[in-house]
């Protein structure tokens, strides 16, 4: 479920993303062709509108960014890192109660990791 602002701003940067150094090129082409801009002012237009897409996708990424830590934040959801630390002081603990890993304890034989069904 993603909120208004994430979605808008999905679209804003895919929009960003579309006019690509290569559609803008082709469209100072044909301005060039037609009389309407010379070589100088087309070269300078195409600079301009990569630059402007370029800080307009880190805008968005930002914004991205912002907006999924914020949804992470809300419901309270844990980064992977913090998770993983998680996981390995609960291993150590494990290894210093000289306890079975999580999840073997009451299993059958059948269903341990890393034994063969003999079925």
Known sequence: ???NTVRRMMLMGIGALSLSREKAELMVKELT????VD???ARTFVSELIRRGEQERAAVQKAVRNEMTELRDEFGLVKRRDLSRIEARLDRIEQHLNLPP???ENQPAE???GEA???
């Open 111 to 113: 269903d341990q990791p």
């Open 117 to 119: 069904n003999p079925t």
């Open 102 to 104: 999580i999840g073997t």
């Open 1 to 3: 479920m993603l909120t």
């Open 39 to 41: 070589q100088a002012e």
């Open 33 to 36: 062709e037609k009389g309407e």
